[in-house]
């Protein structure tokens, strides 16, 4: 290809950024037709009337009336809400069990290179058979989880995934599980960027490990705490193939029915397609906002 | 250079984008399997003679679910057809089975998807599909074809303002299957001839025997079992103003009924047991289940051991109906066609070969009523010989047609039915694991349905 424009007596410069043009445009294409132009539709969609299937006969555009009617839509309400509970359930505990990961994972051990290999694990299975996997660990009756729990002497043995009450929490925390490879390979670079020239001083100025990890670890490698933030949020909110796995669709009842499976049902099972855009809509503008409001603040804790 | 340096960014972007597309474009309508891939393809190196090009076989294009697609009685039937009419048949196979799959066909037929043949395999499907003009009007074709659909179907043709959009090809009803290796054990008497709900929760009772993991009864966590007292009754879903009757006393008094089954009677599993996985839709197969109620079809399933072996004979009964309801319910699956069809007359030959004889190939009672009695018994004797002597002619006989119950549809069908199928599901499902009683539960099925088709008004009127 270089030479092939060295012949065409294109200067090196203007080569340079034509090869960056061909690299970039497998991943432009497919972004505009995969992502940006649904996106965009979808965009469009919310503000038309396309919430049946006759409809698309007679399409016209209804202004807000979708964005009006999710604010008056119980079940709606209910899944951005369960959505936040989720969401900080997931956040919190990635955050800090994905940092406790990286500590250990960063120090010396036997078989270091075998289990964090081993950790990533759970991050490339199919979120199907993790699933079903973890249905049959948390089986109300006779689970593993509830055995070990009922020879312990507990009697009112929880019902993790078939509780009204549990139900989205746990999911929650099994997401945590699924996805914390990720951010723990993030965080574990970050701290061996951290120079020991650092935790040198600090200790010669007396100070303990909790001390070190407060005042050296945590500020050094607070990018990328701020990054975990961002990307465990936005994979928060579109939480919906582990949720749909483990609670037969987002029960029981309504309990674990967060916002992405809701829109799904309204686009999908109740064909109200233009409802369920104004939905995603709103929930990417809550994203935003989220986000914004995380760039605005991270002047204030996050050191570059 | 400047110039030369944009013309060939360009360029290269146009052919880039070209070769994307053209990636993407095919010569066909149909992106699943084709049933002629059977066959070798001989001569695709070859261009087509002269006299080849003129006889290009006539083709009908179908929507199959995936099982369909693999289902051994669906191909005989597809193979009987394609050699009795001399048409070939492309499947156009949708991705999962039952609802998931109808999430598919929804947006491929909004996107004026040309295959020809649909399948609407309960009430629900063929009047969302109907109504909503995604299937093509029958009457002018019918007329042109002089196919007399009325003489053929009777009362279970149904119309949508004097208008035909789909054939039904069987109606299938409800039985009892029992587990005779179970009820011997227990010596206890074969369930036979008319019986009440009551009497069906005694001999659950009796056959129960949970130190052997034995059930006296099976009912999965299907929407239809919440409300199946109610349906029997022929209590209708709506009321004469087009919101939910589910405050009538029979739909409450059906979901008590079920819950009672596990909770106070003990003889089958409870929602918690079927929602968490622990046992499947058709547990009954493995031997631990005593009686199963449900829809005619299973027939297949039980004698087809070779998919589902079994170590016992089962055996086959009417349903149980309490007085003043003295009904079985059922469904008719039905086929239509795609009103965007190039090709309405090949598939008007597969529509009428496929509802006419569904009933041959899968034993379900069929929707006609213009067939002579001994029609139908060489149907059931061909199930009851593949059954490996489980079940006689008269058996299947009594349990599905010579008995006095009359028939009404299992599904509530009218606005808004998904969501009010949906909304059962989850209120049901919170009464059942305990979180609300049941007088709550009642309230918020009619209050959310109620919504719903307020919603649904508000929205068609937009």
Redesign the interface.
């Known amino acids: 290809m270089s030479r092939m424009l060295s012949d065409l007596k294109i200067s090196l410069k203007h080569q340079e950024a034509i090869t960056g043009y061909i690299f970039m445009i497998p991943f432009v294409l497919v972004f505009l037709v995969f992502q940006f132009i649904p996106i965009f539709m979808s965009f469009i969609l919310s503000f038309m009337n396309f919430n049946s299937l006759n409809a698309v006969e007679k399409l016209r555009f209804i202004g807000l009336a979708n964005f009006i009617r999710v604010f008056k839509d119980t079940t709606a309400i209910d899944s951005y809400l369960r959505s936040f509970q989720f969401s900080l359930i997931f956040v919190t505990g990635m955050l800090f069990s994905s940092l406790f990961m990286a500590i250990l994972l960063n120090r010396k051990f036997y078989f270091r290179r075998t289990i964090r290999t081993m950790i990533y694990l759970p991050y490339v299975s199919n979120i199907i058979a993790i699933s079903m996997v973890w249905r049959i660990i948390l089986e109300p009756k006779k689970g593993p989880v509830n055995t070990i729990l009922s020879i312990f002497g507990s009697e009112n043995l929880p019902l993790w995934l078939n509780s009204t009450k549990l139900s989205l929490p746990t999911v929650s925390i099994i997401n945590i599980w699924v996805i914390m490879a990720f951010q723990t390979i993030i965080f574990l670079s970050s701290l061996q960027n951290v120079p020991n020239e650092l935790y040198e001083s600090s200790k010669i100025d007396g100070t303990g490990l909790f001390g070190r990890i407060f005042y050296v670890t945590l500020p050094m490698i607070s990018p990328t705490i701020f990054l975990v933030i961002v990307v465990s949020i936005i994979i928060s909110f579109k939480n919906y193939a582990i949720v749909l796995g483990l609670t037969n669709g987002g029960g029981p009842g309504t309990s674990s029915r967060v916002i992405a499976l809701n829109i799904y049902e309204e686009a999908f099972t109740f064909n109200k397609y233009s409802y369920a855009s104004a939905q995603a809509v709103l929930l990417f503008i809550v994203i935003l906002i989220v986000t914004i409001i995380q760039w605005k603040g991270q002047k204030k804790w996050v050191h570059y | 250079?400047k110039l030369?340096?944009r013309v060939?960014?360009s360029l290269?972007?146009a052919v880039?984008?070209l070769g994307?597309f053209a990636g993407c474009n095919k010569d066909s309508k149909t992106d699943g399997n084709d049933e002629e891939s059977q066959k070798p393809a001989k001569s695709s190196q070859k261009a087509p003679t002269e006299k080849e090009t003129e006889k290009k076989p006539e083709m009908v294009t179908v929507f199959v679910d995936s099982k369909d697609a693999e289902d051994g009685n669906s191909k005989k039937l597809r193979e009987d057809f394609t050699a009795r009419t001399g048409i070939e048949i492309k499947l156009n196979v949708l991705p999962g089975v039952g609802?998931e799959a109808y999430?598919k066909l929804?947006?491929v037929?909004?996107s004026g998807d040309e295959t020809d043949i649909v399948f609407l395999n309960q009430p629900v499907i063929q009047h969302?599909?109907a109504?909503?003009?995604?299937l093509m009007g029958l009457n002018q074709l019918f007329k042109d074809k002089k196919y007399d659909a009325e003489k053929i179907y009777g009362k279970f043709l149904k119309k949508y303002d004097g208008e035909i959009f789909y054939l039904p090809n069987g109606a299938t009803v409800w039985a009892v299957f029992y587990n005779k290796k179970i009820f011997d054990e227990a010596k206890v008497p074969y369930p036979e001839g008319e019986w009440t709900w009551a009497e069906y929760i005694e001999t659950a009772k009796k056959v129960t025997d949970h130190e052997k993991g034995i059930y006296g009864s099976n009912m999965f966590n299907w929407d239809y079992y919440l409300y199946m007292i109610a349906r029997q009754k022929n209590v209708t879903g709506y009321k004469a103003d087009g919101t939910s009757n589910f405050d009538a006393p029979e739909y409450k008094e059906s979901l008590k009924f079920y819950k009672e089954l596990s909770s106070v009677h003990k003889v089958q599993p409870s929602w918690?047991?079927y929602?968490?996985?622990?046992y499947a839709w058709n547990e009954f197969v493995n031997g631990k289940m005593a009686m199963q109620y449900f829809g005619t079809w299973f027939v297949n399933i039980l004698n087809d051991t070779e998919t589902y072996p079994r170590d016992f004979d089962y055996g086959i009964v009417q349903p149980p109906a309490n007085p003043g309801a003295k009904n079985n319910v059922g469904v008719s699956g039905a086929y239509g066609i795609n009103k965007n069809t190039e090709n309405p007359d090949a598939a008007f030959e597969y529509l009428k070969f496929v509802v006419e004889n569904w009933y041959k190939y899968f034993g379900s009672p069929p929707a006609r009523v213009d067939l002579p009695d001994d029609e139908m018994d060489k149907v059931i004797k061909t199930i009851a010989e593949k059954s490996g002597g489980s079940i006689t002619v008269e058996d299947y006989k009594k349990a599905v047609i010579d008995n006095d119950l009359g028939f009404v549809d299992e599904k509530i069908v009218g606005e808004?039915a998904?969501?009010y199928s949906?909304v059962i599901k989850?209120?049901g499902?919170?009464y059942l694991?305990g979180?609300i009683g049941l007088d709550e539960a009642v309230k918020n099925i009619k209050n959310?349905v109620d919504e719903a088709i307020k919603?649904?008004r508000?929205?068609?009127e937009?």
């Open positions: 250079m030369k340096f060939i960014v290269l972007l880039m984008i994307l609802q999430k929804d947006i037929l909004l969302k599909y109504s909503t003009g995604l918690l047991d929602s968490s996985k622990k808004a998904a969501q949906s989850q209120e499902e919170r694991v979180e959310k919603t649904e508000e929205q068609s937009e």
